[in-house]
């Protein structure tokens, strides 16, 4: 992250100055607009429509693109993203988010997905967030958050929306998020109003629909500050996580403010990298596994390749009321 830039009023004048130096001066992969299918790639055939039944893995995991100059992964940034890429093959649907300088070394180094949404380019004029699929995705929002504070609202941090298509006629909501970070009040209270905003468009776009969302939402059930655990509530939402490790008991609230050390953690700690999920009328999700990749994304030195840690789940899903939802 890029905190240390912000420490102080004196420095608020440096800080704008390096940001308008990154914007020229970036690595970046020039922004496109439309989604993009892998060329030269032989896409699976997706199985016939009496399929009724399925499983996809899932991962989501923020690959600090910054610039190397700023970035606090302890790793060179584009080797480091470029065995991300590689990586995420393992995966059916990969959430990333600060996707900003090295989108190229993510996608053009390996990565096999055949269905990639487009980068929207560096930091501070891209979001970071993008989606890489084994399966179609039909559409993609970016949505830029309303409240934001100190260095995130340099870039137009958000979520997006996609529909990603797991059989033939059958669509999951997904959504990638990316939420306000810090955890003094102000900080809190703009990551409270984040969810806020995620909750009030998955009501309005996403009624009756299977959802998933994934991402990096700086917030903890266990930060009284934070409110992940209202939009679970509000939007009929769990966590693998939860169901899996925790006996389905929350962690207990508390205001004090969190360790910010979170490569330190394991299956057993709560993290502020996410996978939510809900079922429909017509698409049972089934949580089968959760993990926090927590070895699998290392060099050869055994360092971490971000300063995250991604977290996985695969899910079964069964078709319960057999009516076809076309796109």
């Known amino acids: 992250m890029w905190a240390y830039l912000f420490l102080d009023k004196t420095r608020l004048p440096k800080s704008i100055s390096w940001l308008f130096i990154l914007f020229f001066l970036s690595e970046a992969t020039p922004a496109t607009r439309e989604l993009t299918e892998k060329s030269g790639y032989d896409q699976p055939q997706l199985p016939p429509d009496s399929l009724t039944t399925g499983s996809f893995s899932v991962i989501t995991y923020n690959i600090a693109g910054l610039p190397q100059f700023i970035c606090s992964a302890a790793t060179p940034r584009k080797e480091s993203i470029s065995a991300i890429g590689r990586l995420l093959n393992r995966f059916d649907i990969a959430h990333v988010q600060e996707d900003f300088n090295y989108n190229q070394y993510l996608y053009n180094t390996g990565n096999t997905h055949p269905f990639r949404t487009p980068t929207k380019g560096a930091v501070m004029t891209g979001d ?112 693998p996580w939860i169901g899996l490790h925790c006996k389905n008991q929350l962690p207990v609230r508390s205001d004090a403010i969190p360790a910010s050390e979170i490569l330190s953690l394991t299956d057993s700690c709560e993290t502020i990298d996410k996978i939510l999920f809900r079922s429909s009328p017509f698409i049972q999700l089934k949580p089968a596994a959760y993990t926090l990749e927590k070895a699998m994304f290392t060099n050869a030195k055994g360092l971490p390749l971000s300063d995250h840690h991604p977290v996985s789940a695969r899910f079964e899903w069964k078709i319960t009321n057999d009516v076809i939802a076309y796109d």
């Open 128 to 239: 970071g967030l993008n989606t890489l699929s084994k399966f179609p995705v039909k559409q993609l929002r970016r949505i830029a958050w309303t409240d934001c504070t100190g260095a995130d609202c340099f870039t137009p941090k958000g979520f997006t929306y996609t529909r990603i298509e797991i059989s033939p006629n059958r669509f999951i909501d997904f959504y990638n998020v990316h939420a306000n970070a810090y955890n003094h009040p102000r900080a809190a209270l703009a990551r409270r109003r984040n969810m806020e905003q995620l909750s009030a468009y998955i009501r309005l776009h996403s009624t009756g629909n299977a959802v998933i969302v994934m991402g990096d939402l700086n917030g903890r059930y266990s930060f009284g500050q934070d409110n992940v655990d209202w939009l679970l509530k509000e939007n009929g939402l769990a966590d």
